[in-house]
């Protein structure tokens, strides 16, 4: 059973309005780094939107065709069951970081979900080793450069244990620096076999991708222009 399987997708976000998705379909292994690019207004951040369960649970529009985690219609699915198989990281980290403290931002997910205190404190351990943001436990976000901040939305997200990691355009704020260790980090996730879908047009950070697919007219398909 495939982590992702997208099948005959079409979409609007109004009645009446412009079709985003025609036909679109789309499976994603376990393990996978799969990119996707495309023109600004094509509809990546659509399509993650509707991978995790933002669309249509709470942002509204019309959806037709089948889009399964692991065999389950995300429609049929419930916003906090999807939050435990799926987590999104945005382009700007500062959308995502609230908290006055990276540990508070880290246990936040996981305190949602009724998880225990001494779990949630074993959770904060391994999300912070797993961004290689220990040092940082009791910073304060804002204090923080923007792939630091970006690594902390990875962790937090990481904190919920998620199989499916989406990442749209998250390294756009970030120096060459910070790239690097965001790219060993997803790389490092995939290792540990979650299924990854990032949204990105750096060619440089395509590179850790298996499969690149462009989002055109619509509908996804092969990249052609390495």
Same mark, same amino acid.
């Given at each position: ?9 079409? /979409? ?15 499976? =994603?292994?376990?393990? *996978? ?33 089948? =889009?399964?985690? !692991?065999?389950?219609?995300? #429609? ?13 990281? /945005?382009?700007?980290? %500062? ?15 996981? *305190? ?12 904060? %351990? ?8 220990? *040092?940082?436990? !009791? ?35 970030? %120096?060459?620096?910070? #790239? ?16 990854? =879908?990032?949204?990105?047009? %750096? ?19 092969? !990249?052609?222009?390495?």
């Amino acid at each position: 059973m495939n982590p992702i399987e997208v099948e005959n997708l079409y /979409f609007k976000y109004k009645e009446n309005g412009k079709e985003i998705f025609n036909s679109l379909n789309l499976t =994603v292994k376990k393990g *996978e780094i799969l990119a996707i690019i495309g023109e600004s207004g094509s509809g990546k951040s659509t399509l993650l939107n509707i991978l995790c369960g933002i669309i249509p649970h709470i942002k509204k529009g019309k959806v037709q065709g089948k =889009v399964r985690l !692991f065999g389950k219609d995300v #429609k049929e699915m419930e916003i906090r069951e999807i939050t435990k198989r799926v987590g999104i990281v /945005f382009q700007d980290p %500062d959308s995502q970081l609230f908290l006055p403290t990276v540990e508070d931002e880290i246990a936040f997910g996981p *305190e949602n979900l009724m998880v225990s205190r001494e779990e949630i404190g074993l959770r904060i %351990d391994k999300a912070l080793k797993a961004v290689n943001m220990e *040092e940082y436990r !009791f910073e304060n976000p804002n204090n923080l450069s923007g792939g630091q901040k970006q690594l902390i939305a990875i962790g937090a997200v990481l904190a919920m244990e998620p199989d499916i990691l989406l990442f749209d355009e998250i390294m756009s704020q970030v %120096d060459e620096e910070g #790239k690097e260790k965001l790219k060993d980090t997803i790389v490092k996730l995939s290792n540990e076999q979650k299924t990854i =879908v990032l949204v990105e047009h %750096d060619l440089k950070v395509l590179k850790i991708a298996q499969r690149v697919l462009e989002l055109k007219n619509g509908r996804l398909q092969d !990249f052609k222009g390495w």
